[in-house]
């Protein structure tokens, strides 16, 4: 799975030019992106700045040596990772950055996704995430049943109670599938009032998977 990861990540690397502003998304694969970029930067003096899509990219990319500026406009680049590659949409939100990383992806002139292949596994299933505003979560649930999905509040880990994002809100993992067009469906869920964002990605660049000996496009 590591292999998996990291030759994903090296898939996405061959993409970022020396002068770029990339965007850094969030979770286990685009860490070992994160690092690779800071090490090719060093390398091969090339100069890249990042726009991270959570605190947890901050702090990495801070320690891989690559300086982070906000979100002003212009983004040549986005690497990020996914749950679940489905066809033509990838689910996110595992990590709970999924606001965030729907700006910066969306935002970059080219978007490319990293995921071993596991994620592409047609068995493999993933629930649909909202990042919800904590006064709307109840009503937020109601709407999203008529939808005919099953939601459930995320509680964390190292912590009582819900899971609070970078941005203060709730989160909320919704079982059930992906009805008609992702684009579609992706609008639908953005209008319930309280809704912030959800974890439906149907545009997108390129999707590079990695497995045990390489890499390779969808
Ligand atoms: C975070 C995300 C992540 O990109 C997604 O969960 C994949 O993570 P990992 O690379 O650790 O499997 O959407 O919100």
Same mark, same amino acid.
């Given at each position: 799975?590591?292999? #998996?990861? !990291?030759?994903?990540?090296?898939? =996405?690397? %061959?993409?970022?030019? &020396?002068?770029?502003?990339?965007?850094l998304g969030s979770g286990t694969t685009t860490a070992?992106?994160?690092?690779?970029?800071?090490?090719k930067m060093k390398d091969e003096r090339i100069s890249a700045v990042g726009v991270v899509t959570s605190f947890d990219t901050e702090i990495l990319a801070k320690k891989a040596g690559i300086p982070v500026m906000p979100l002003e406009g212009k983004v040549d680049i986005a690497i990020d990772g996914a749950d679940i590659v489905g066809k033509?949409?990838?689910?996110?939100?595992?990590?709970?950055?999924l606001t965030?990383?729907?700006?910066?992806?969306? #935002?970059? !002139?080219?978007?490319?996704?990293? =995921?071993? %292949?596991?994620?592409? &596994?047609?068995?493999?299933?993933?629930?649909?995430?909202?990042e919800?505003?904590?006064?709307?979560?109840?009503?937020?649930?109601?709407?999203?049943?008529?939808?005919?999905?099953?939601?459930?509040?995320?509680?964390?880990?190292k912590k009582l109670g819900p899971v609070v994002t970078d941005n203060s809100n709730f989160i909320l993992d919704c079982r059930g599938?992906?009805?008609?067009?992702?684009?579609?469906?992706?609008?639908?869920?953005?209008?319930?009032?309280?809704?912030?964002?959800?974890?439906?990605f149907s545009k997108y660049w390129k999707i590079i998977i990695g497995n045990e000996t390489g890499h390779y496009e969808i």
């Open positions: 799975m590591t292999a #998996a990861k !990291e030759n994903a990540a090296r898939g =996405a690397l %061959e993409y970022v030019e &020396d002068g770029m502003v990339v965007g070992y992106f994160v690092e690779m970029l800071g090490a033509r949409y990838v689910l996110k939100g595992g990590g709970g950055a965030r990383e729907k700006i910066v992806d969306y #935002a970059a !002139e080219k978007f490319i996704v990293i =995921a071993d %292949e596991g994620k592409a &596994d047609p068995g493999k299933s993933y629930p649909v995430v909202l919800v505003v904590p006064f709307a979560y109840q009503y937020v649930m109601g709407e999203v049943r008529k939808l005919g999905l099953e939601p459930e509040l995320r509680v964390g880990g599938e992906v009805k008609g067009e992702p684009e579609e469906f992706e609008k639908i869920l953005n209008v319930i009032p309280g809704v912030v964002e959800n974890g439906v």
